[in-house]
């Protein structure tokens, strides 16, 4: 971390603002494609862009050669202004409007029904245009990912994709085999995020591949790919994690086995998300004041959880760094606050960090995904700018910070209350 360089940005953009490297965004790519690259021939890497949409940042994916995971039209409009075809995008969503679905098929990208029902209106959107919808169905395996209960997906009391269990998933491709306007082409799973171990990948592995193998044998289905999501944790706390040779290492063989028997070689398609932006990213803050009470001794942000919502949201932990006092011995225990008039808006609780003084700026690190994806303005706040360090050392915004008048844009006074 280039202490010097970080001021210069906050004082140049202001804070709060995300900053990215771009070289370890491709080191992250790299090391991900690789790991399964080098074990399979046939793999592909969909981004999943709700960790981090920012153009630039899909844009540099992009060139490394990643496809993308989209759950929106939004996103889905992300992929097409940065000239992802529609055969290296993936659409999922337990809950699609027509105009999404629609949107999907006139990108010609493979859609991914959660449910019969969701089937069901793909068909008769498909069938309105005139097109082929190219479809997958998201299995839930009912495999427990060991992870934080709000992004586990893939239990049995998930509200995400059909339970292969019984025979629902199987009747799902039966009903989708027989349609008109439809062209089945994989299966797809995620089970969760921040996920430690490899055992609930391989878990959800085996049983998606034995689904494959049903589906050849009673339907005589040949996919194209098999699809197992993202989830790959990282370590914010220098806790244990598996690395994504560890997960290919787990994951592959299990492939393998199972394609002996199915006589075929699916794709591989794998859709990580945080492993690939979360260490990347931090975001500068810049301290407005120290504030001592009888119980506590707080430091004052100019952030708050509208602009990083993990530790209010997930008690996640972030390590923070003051910018320029890295190096001096953490003697000082604080609650660092953000600005949101709510209680729950800490960053930290009784942190220890260098002693620490107004106009100092902090770094919340590993703030790569799921911060600026999860921003929000709430309390009437700001989204805040982003800029790149690029490869060469050298920095750019890649998205300026919003500006107090931008929130009026699509407001109206009723004309008697002016
Ligand atoms: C369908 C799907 N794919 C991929 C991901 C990415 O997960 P992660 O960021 O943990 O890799 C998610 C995240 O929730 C998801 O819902």
Sequence with gaps: MDSSQLKKIAEEHGTPVYVYSEELLIK?????????????????????????????????????????DVVSGGEL????????????????????????IAQALDADAVINADSVPDLLKIQK??????????????????????????????????????????????????????LDNIKITGVQTH????????????????????????????LNLKLEYIDLGGGLGIPYQEEKIIKPDDLASAIVPVVEKWNKQLNYEPALWLE???????????????????????YKKFINTDAGFNTLIRPAMYDAYHRIENIGRE????????????????????????????????????????????????????????????????SN?????IREREKLEDQYKYQKIPKDLL
């Design 28 to 68: 992250n790519y790299r090391t991900f494609y690789s790991a399964f690259s080098k074990r399979y021939s046939k793999v592909k890497i969909l981004y999943a862009y709700k960790a981090n949409a920012s153009l630039a940042l899909c844009a540099i994916l992009k060139k490394e050669g990643a496809g993308a």
């Design 77 to 100: 409009l992300t992929a097409q202004k940065i000239g992802l075809a529609g055969r290296d995008i993936i659409y999922t969503n337990n809950s699609k409007t027509k105009e999404e």
């Design 125 to 178: 959107t498909a069938e309105e245009k005139k097109k082929t919808a190219k479809i997958s169905f998201r299995i839930n395996p009912g495999v427990n990912p060991k992870t934080n209960a709000k992004i586990a997906t893939g239990l049995k009391e998930s509200k995400f994709g059909i339970h292969i269990e019984g025979d629902a998933a199987y009747t799902a491709y039966k009903t989708a085999n027989g």
């Design 191 to 218: 089970i969760g995020s921040q996920i430690k171990e490899a055992a609930p990948f391989t878990e959800a592995c085996e049983k998606i591949m034995e689904f494959a193998l049903r589906l050849k044998k009673d």
């Design 272 to 294: 990580p998300g945080r492993y690939l932006v979360a260490n990347t990213g931090m975001l500068l803050t810049t301290v407005q004041t120290v504030k001592e009470t009888p």
């Design 327 to 390: 190096k001096e011995e953490k003697t000082e225990k604080y609650d660092i606050a953000g600005n949101i008039c709510e209680s729950g808006d800490l960053f930290a609780k009784d942190r220890l960090m260098p002693k620490t003084m107004p106009g100092d700026i902090l770094a919340l690190m590993d703030a790569g995904a799921y911060g600026y994806s999860m921003a929000s303005r709430y309390n009437a706040r700001l989204l805040p700018a982003e800029v790149l360090i690029r």
């Design 393 to 397: 050392g050298k920095y750019e915004l």
